[in-house]
């Protein structure tokens, strides 16, 4: 019923692709659930970024999450251990993070650091390693219908940014024959280099509505 109920931990482990396995290494500072990890210093460090951890209730009933405004850094070379950096958001900024992403830099790129990019309702946030800050980087150009959210995901160093155009009710699909598709995908493309933006429309594959915020997408090569 409540996120708050469970799934925090502080275990970590590294999958060793040759041997195809995985080994525990030093547990994080402290429990987190929700977060985002990704490996960033040309292969030094693994960031653990955003999530929760404690929670508190309200009225002593309604258990609620204590997000995290920070993150901790597992240094992969020497000794392994973890580093925290420290709040990433001013006084009243932030209570919870969004959907955070990863572009991961092509060959043309000198940097050692990934882009981090973080969905919040309609804008677009970029983390700032040298400032450890969000900064605005832009802002998604047509909202989510009402009542609905997007999904995020990254494919050849663009932010697909989707949501549901439309959704047919369920009860006048299983009446008519015509409705065979739950409604129309419409996904915006940010690309990050050129700061610019396109959209296309598609009719979703699934014959009943999906979970937009749990949607995975990759590119398929022929």
């Known amino acids: 019923m409540f996120a708050a109920a469970g799934t925090r931990i502080r275990a970590a482990e590294r999958y060793d692709a040759r041997r195809d396995?995985?080994?525990?290494?030093?547990?994080?500072?402290?429990?987190?659930?929700?977060?985002?990890?990704?490996?960033?210093?040309?292969?030094?460090?693994?960031?653990?970024?955003?999530?929760y951890g404690a929670s508190r209730t309200i009225s002593g009933v309604f258990p609620v999450d204590e997000y995290y405004r920070d993150a901790a850094v597992m240094?992969?070379?020497?000794?392994?251990g973890?580093?925290?950096?420290?709040d990433m958001w001013g006084d009243g900024e932030r209570v919870r993070a969004g959907k955070i992403v990863v572009v991961e830099n092509d060959d043309d790129d000198k940097s050692d650091y990934p882009g981090v990019y973080m969905l919040d309702g309609d804008e677009i946030l970029r983390y700032d390693m040298s400032t450890n800050r969000w900064l605005c980087e832009s802002r998604v150009p047509r909202k989510a219908p009402y009542n609905s959210s997007f999904g995020v995901v990254v494919v050849n160093g663009e932010l697909y940014v989707l949501t549901?155009?439309?959704?047919?009710?369920?009860?006048e699909t299983r009446r008519s024959r015509q409705h065979r598709r739950a409604g129309t995908l419409y996904i915006q493309i940010y690309n990050p280099k050129k700061k610019t933006w396109r959209s296309l429309v598609t009719k979703s594959p699934f014959s009943y509505p999906i979970d937009i915020n749990t949607t995975i997408l990759s590119s398929i090569c022929l």
């Open 21 to 51: 396995r995985w080994y525990p290494i030093e547990g994080l500072p402290g429990f987190r659930a929700g977060c985002v990890g990704f490996v960033s210093g040309g292969g030094r460090e693994f960031w653990a970024m955003g999530g």
């Open 75 to 80: 240094e992969l070379d020497g000794d392994g």
């Open 82 to 86: 973890w580093r925290e950096v420290g």
């Open 164 to 171: 549901h155009l439309c959704i047919v009710d369920m009860t």
